[in-house]
């Protein structure tokens, strides 16, 4: 009877929900207990006192059925509760300064010319105004504010550099729009042909020394230190000294297809600053001839004098002499628009060492043939009174 009531006793743990006790560790442990436990005194006491000693071991067994299935529960894992919503900090990632040597700074001023050339070069919106007696003209739709150009210019400059460099240009904002006068800009020293002779760099800063050409293929050069501080990337923190020119706009008659290229352009500007021929060397004799003819347009005929051959067999007339043509007799714009439409897009043909022409259609007059004349320093040149 006592055997039954321990077996239900234990039963009844065994269906507990929440413990799991091995069977074979059950059957164990009961054997233990029964094998451990004193024999009982023969007394009026026998039925009174066996319930509460298994009551005490029904207990312990209780506990350390409990205690045997947490361990296993904490040593699988099969049962552990599962938190979605737990996140695991993440330690920031620190982003290194990059090794700055002197070709990536050469590269670094460069860029940052560039970006400062592109704000004060941005051909803008096309519309011009006149402001107190100057003209401007609207900033693009991405350069429309300083906060944008500050933004632009803020990738190679450091926010205060960058700020600086909007300041010491003349900008206004003009109807809630920025504008900046309308004329063109050019470098006064080789901001892109810059070489880096000495880099000093510590963890975040760096000095560079540069020697920057004077001119296009000049050996003068300047010697400038800059300091760069590093943001995400290497920035320049000082005002650049960048200088720049204004270029005489060229002006066209906007009933003219004649367009120049950008290398015609840089050597019509280079040719009006300085005439001499030299400037033109590198030129093909179609592009000699849309610079004669922009000169023309222009009136400078100074430009158109020094384009005609010096040969001595081929000169017609003196410096002098050209000088005191009237302008009656050089022909109105729309005549020199209408003589040579379509020579840009023109055949040259040489016909001797040193002769030759353009064979172009100007569509009212069919084909026109415009001389060329080799000069003796081997440079193509124009022909007096190229057209006959």
Known sequence: MNEKFNDNFLHSLKNRPDLAPRKEFKEELKTKLFEEMPEPKQSRTKGRSLVPNLLVAAFIMAGIFLSVDLIGIGMDGQNAPQDQDIVQPVEP???????????????????????????????????AFEYKGELYRYMSEEFDSKEKVVHYLAESFTPDAAQQLIENHPFIV????????????????EWTNTTAIKVRTSETMSDVTYEIPV????????????????????????????????????????ESSLALTQEEMEAYHEFSQDPTEAHL??????????????ASLD???????????????????????????PQSDRGTKDDILSTFDGIEDGEFIQTSDNDGYIKYDNGGEGFMGFQMIKDEDGYWSVGFMPIQ
């Open 299 to 325: 009136e400078r005929y100074d430009l158109v004098y020094e384009m005609y051959t010096d040969r001595p067999e081929y000169v017609r007339w003196t410096k002098q002499e050209d000088a005191n043509i």
């Open 281 to 294: 060397k590198d030129l093909s004799p179609i592009s000699i001839a849309k610079i004669y003819v922009q």
């Open 174 to 189: 003009y109807k809630g729009k920025l504008a900046q006068p309308d004329v063109s800009y050019e470098a006064s020293y």
């Open 215 to 254: 001119s296009e293929g000049s050996r003068e050069v300047n010697v400038q230190s800059f300091r760069m501080l590093y943001d995400q990337r290497w920035k320049f923190s000082v005002v650049m000294p960048f200088s720049f020119r204004v270029i005489e706009k060229v002006e066209k008659s906007s």
């Open 93 to 127: 990632t620190i982003e290194e300064p990059t090794e700055l040597d002197e070709t990536t700074a050469d590269k670094l001023i460069g860029e940052a010319f560039n970006r400062y050339d592109s704000i004060l070069n941005d051909e803008g919106t096309g519309q």
